[in-house]
């Protein structure tokens, strides 16, 4: 079993930057790589950033540029840095991971982003 923790969504103008967190517990040694989704209201989830334990990342086409995704091993912990935010990055974003068969979601953080 996992558990994924998300913090740092916010309310904030075209423009600025936030950085999100993701905090995992439970069987993390089984953890090979993290991911970032986000769902904005009436759009399907989708995939914004990935990492592995050894620091390879993947990008949205829409993201790349602006959003940068890292990883404290030793804390358990991804972070999502995210500037230039667009009104269009409004959405919840979810943290996720699989082990093996299973797929485990946090319960999502809140990024708001005003014109």
């Known amino acids: 079993q996992v558990q994924l923790v998300e913090s740092g969504g916010d309310l904030v103008q075209a423009g600025a930057s936030l950085r999100l967190s993701c905090a995992a517990s439970?069987?993390?040694?089984?953890?090979?790589?993290f991911n970032w989704f986000r769902q904005a209201p009436g759009n399907r989830r989708g995939l914004v950033a990935g990492?592995?334990?050894?620091?390879?990342?993947k990008y949205a086409d829409s993201v790349k540029g602006r959003f940068t995704i890292s990883i404290d091993n030793a804390k358990n912990t991804v972070y999502l840095e995210m500037n230039s935010l667009k009104p269009e990055d409004t959405a919840v974003y979810y943290c996720?991971?699989?082990?093996?068969?299973?797929?485990?979601w946090g319960r999502g953080t809140q990024v708001t982003v005003s014109s």
């Open positions: 996720n991971t699989d082990i093996g068969p299973h797929d485990y």
């Open positions: 990492i592995t334990r050894g620091g390879d990342t």
């Open positions: 439970g069987s993390t040694s089984s953890i090979h790589t």
